[in-house]
């Protein structure tokens, strides 16, 4: 349920358009955990990030039912084109039903399996982009750090969601399971990293907002 503040943020945020509104119904009539969905404040804020940094390529890893994938379609060039990583293969029929009604279908190639065997063939294939969003496997984030990194141009962008990880990261313990972990490994990994720049955004869950250095 939202609280007064996130009401009014959304009140006060450009609204959702008609197809992203039937996919976050559809996601809450037909997955078992729709708060995965990054909604509309996040959803804006993505589409216009990938407009502000003039993105042409981007990937994102983890696309949920594809909520966050036509925001960032959305936003950037119009000859640009996103690559979509999801390992839920059940998803795969919701997630083109959502890219179909936004009109977004030609410009995302959608992955479906592991991520990690996806961003290798991805890497082999010489794909570099403007803008990465990482929303995945929590445990598994330094991993896609790492992973991702050489395939960010120079002055171009990591996004990394839910780092803030309902407030479990700051306490006098970090929890022991291996989501809390990764996460925090992740959180250090980049501050500590001399060759990004980053700064921590209390928007949802906690959004890292990381600039590789030309």
């Known amino acids: 349920?939202?609280?007064?503040?996130?009401?009014?943020?959304?009140?006060?945020?450009?609204?959702?358009?008609?197809a992203l509104s039937w996919l976050e119904r559809q996601t809450h009539l037909r997955t078992n955990y729709p708060q995965m969905l990054s909604g509309a404040v996040q959803g804006r804020f993505l589409t216009l990030l990938a407009a502000l940094t003039?993105?042409?390529?981007?990937?994102?890893?983890?696309?949920?039912?594809?909520?966050?994938?036509?925001?960032?379609?959305?936003?950037?060039?119009?000859?640009?084109?996103?690559?979509t990583l999801e390992i839920n293969d059940e998803l795969e029929d919701l997630i083109r039903?959502?890219?179909?009604?936004?009109?977004?279908?030609?410009?995302?190639?959608?992955?479906?399996?592991?991520?990690k065997e996806t961003l290798k063939a991805l890497r082999q294939a010489g794909k570099v982009y403007d803008l990465v969003f990482i929303d995945a496997n929590k445990r598994e984030y330094p991993d896609y750090y790492d992973a991702v990194f050489d395939m960010v141009r120079p002055g171009g962008c990591i996004l990394a969601d839910?780092?803030?990880?309902?407030?479990?990261?700051?306490?006098?313990?970090?929890?022991?399971?291996?989501?809390?972990?990764?996460?925090?490994?992740f959180n250090d990994m980049v501050r500590n990293d001399p060759r990004v720049e980053v700064?921590?955004?209390?928007?949802?869950?906690?959004?890292?907002?990381?600039?590789?250095?030309?």
């Open 97 to 115: 039903e959502g890219f179909r009604r936004a009109g977004v279908s030609e410009k995302i190639s959608l992955h479906i399996g592991d991520a």
């Open 199 to 214: 700064v921590m955004l209390p928007i949802r869950d906690g959004l890292s907002l990381i600039r590789k250095k030309a």
């Open 54 to 83: 003039g993105a042409r390529n981007i990937l994102e890893i983890g696309t949920f039912t594809g909520y966050s994938a036509i925001c960032l379609a959305s936003g950037m060039l119009p000859d640009g084109h996103l690559d």
């Open 162 to 185: 839910d780092v803030l990880w309902d407030g479990k990261l700051y306490g006098a313990e970090i929890p022991g399971d291996s989501q809390s972990r990764g996460i925090s490994a």
């Open 1 to 18: 349920m939202e609280t007064p503040e996130e009401r009014y943020i959304r009140a006060h945020s450009t609204p959702q358009g008609e």
